[in-house]
């Protein structure tokens, strides 16, 4: 699909917008892959039905310490600024959109996890320039996960770029500016990743269909055109603020550029 032209926002989507719980915020980013079986435990429908209308917080974080690619990241946030709950809300954020509590995780701390979890995988220059990147301003973010790490441990080492940019595109986390509801999915204004002379780079805007909600229900029940929306892979998790917005491009930019370091 092409570019639309902007559409003018109906609705106040510029003020804050109170989270959901961690432990549910969790879960509406995590369900998107997760139903593809990409990542968690094998319980797509119960993640989504105690996401979306059974809400029990015991239940969610046993199934969020089954995410072996995200909860360390949470924990590794949640230990750098001295907060018991890797399920925190703020803590949940940090790790799929970005905040200030990024900046609370050291370089060495982070590097330290990374040998833990990937040296082993990596030989040679792939561990060398992952494992410089704490160093470099790198933070833990799913915009890391996919930007550095996925390209060291997955495809783009295999030379399969084109399958591997639609992979890295659908796992990072995007956002989308609604166009329109059409049942059950969103019509959306989103910016792609690209490759551009051997770098990642952000493309111009195309319009896309995206999940909104199985059988009516979903994550942005209140959603209207000119919303602006978080994705991942195809399905839409939150409304997202100004503020959450801004966060979410910034460590998009921030990661994409110390990607790009060592591609």
């Known amino acids: 699909m092409t570019a639309a032209a902007p559409v003018p ?6 003020r804050p917008i109170p989270p959901a719980p961690g432990p549910i915020r ?29 809400h029990d917080l015991r239940k969610l974080r046993e199934l969020a310490g089954q995410f072996e690619g995200a909860y360390p990241y949470l924990c590794l946030i949640a230990d750098g600024n001295g907060v018991r709950d890797p399920l ?4 949940v954020e940090a790790y799929w ?6 900046g609370g995780v050291r370089p060495r701390d982070f590097g330290e996890s990374l040998d833990a979890r990937f040296r082993a995988r990596l030989h040679g220059d792939g561990w060398r320039w992952l494992g410089s990147k704490p160093e470099l301003g790198a933070v833990p973010n799913h915009a890391f996960h996919v930007l550095d790490v996925f390209p060291k441990v997955g495809m783009l080492r295999t030379g399969e770029v084109e399958h591997a940019l639609e992979v890295m595109d659908s796992c990072r986390i995007r956002w989308g500016r609604v166009l329109e509801r059409d049942g059950d999915a969103l019509v959306v204004s989103a910016v792609p990743l690209t490759m551009i002379d051997g770098k990642l780079r952000m493309g111009p805007p195309r319009v896309e269909r995206i999940r909104g909600w199985l059988d009516g229900t979903g994550f942005v029940d209140e959603v209207t055109p000119g919303d602006v929306v978080s994705i991942h892979w195809d399905w839409a998790c939150e409304r997202l603020d100004t503020r959450r917005l801004a966060a979410l491009r910034g460590v998009t930019a921030a990661e994409l550029e110390l990607a790009n370091r060592t591609i």
């Open 26 to 54: 969790f879960a509406r980013y995590a369900f998107g892959p997760n139903r593809l079986g990409y990542c968690g435990p094998d319980e797509a429908g119960e993640l989504f039905a105690q996401a979306t209308l059974g």
């Open 88 to 91: 925190d809300a703020g803590v």
């Open 97 to 102: 959109l970005g905040n200030s509590l990024l």
């Open 9 to 14: 926002a109906t609705s106040d989507w510029a």
